[in-house]
């Protein structure tokens, strides 16, 4: 076994005890950062809906930007804070680059709770757009990807090879 097989195993343990569990010491705003990622990894990208009350509670509390950690903070306004969105398209919608310089991708959607999500992502050759849908147990797919670029998408444990141009794919949930 590799190492990194074993710190996936490891990250694995420890998403699904954070996902499990409610009263342990929550990670500050940006520092949530990296426990979105672990559930990412894991295949848990939907559990990250379950740690947004902290942004959802901003206007309340006055505020119009990210804070760096739940009051009492030092800052009112700071940028990392803003990593939700970077997850929607990494996590959610489970774009990412699959080799150096994004010459391939990888599609991983993690949906959660969500029952449809859509988005594109800019790429140096251009858009890269994709739609899903829970339709009758299955996760529909539409994909389209930027001339010249190719990758693959990854759903219920089941890799499909993507092409440049429009195609639609099919998952079981």
Known sequence: MKSTDLSILGASKVAESLVATTDIARTT???????????????????????????????????????????????????????????????????????MGFGSVEIRPQLGELGKASGSMTHPAGKIGVAFEILGGRLHGEITLPVGLSGKFVYGGIETALHEGSQTVWAVI
């Open 29 to 99: 705003i940006y520092f949530t950062h990296y426990l979105f990622e672990a559930f990412a990894k894991t295949g848990r990208g939907g559990a990250l809906f379950k740690r947004l009350d902290l942004w959802y509670d901003l206007e309340s509390n006055g505020l119009r930007t990210t804070i760096e950690e739940p009051e009492p903070s030092r800052s009112d306004c700071h940028g990392w804070g803003a990593h939700p969105l970077y997850h929607f398209y990494t996590t959610i919608l489970g774009i990412r680059p699959a080799s």
